[in-house]
């Protein structure tokens, strides 16, 4: 933490009603909220626009990857993070 940060929270600490831990657990669970919302944005685009994640899939491995255009793969991966970041938010969200 930067000597502002802890400053800036000592003086919050003093004029509001709440702890460090308590801004720290807020803020996280803020970021970790907002983050989720984008993800589950993203999401539902893919899912518009393919289904789902293993008809994707399918599709790639019947068609295969086009050496001109990668979208369908560049998709896949990012739907892979996607998955894999929501399910570690959940996780740190559920350890809270």
Do not use: C, N
Not at 26 to 54: H, N, P, Q, S
Not at 65 to 89: C, G
């Amino acid at each position: 933490m930067t000597l502002y940060a802890a400053q800036l929270l000592e003086r919050a600490t003093q004029v509001l009603p709440a702890s460090s831990d308590d801004f720290l657990l807020r803020g996280i669970t803020a970021e970790a909220t907002d983050r989720l919302v984008a993800l589950k944005k993203a999401d539902l685009r893919l899912r518009a626009r393919y289904g789902f994640l293993e008809k994707l899939q399918r599709r790639i491995g019947i068609e295969g990857v086009s050496p001109d255009d990668h979208l369908l793969y560049t998709d896949l991966l990012e739907w892979r993070a996607i998955r894999h970041e929501l399910s570690a938010l959940v996780d740190l969200l559920e350890t809270l």
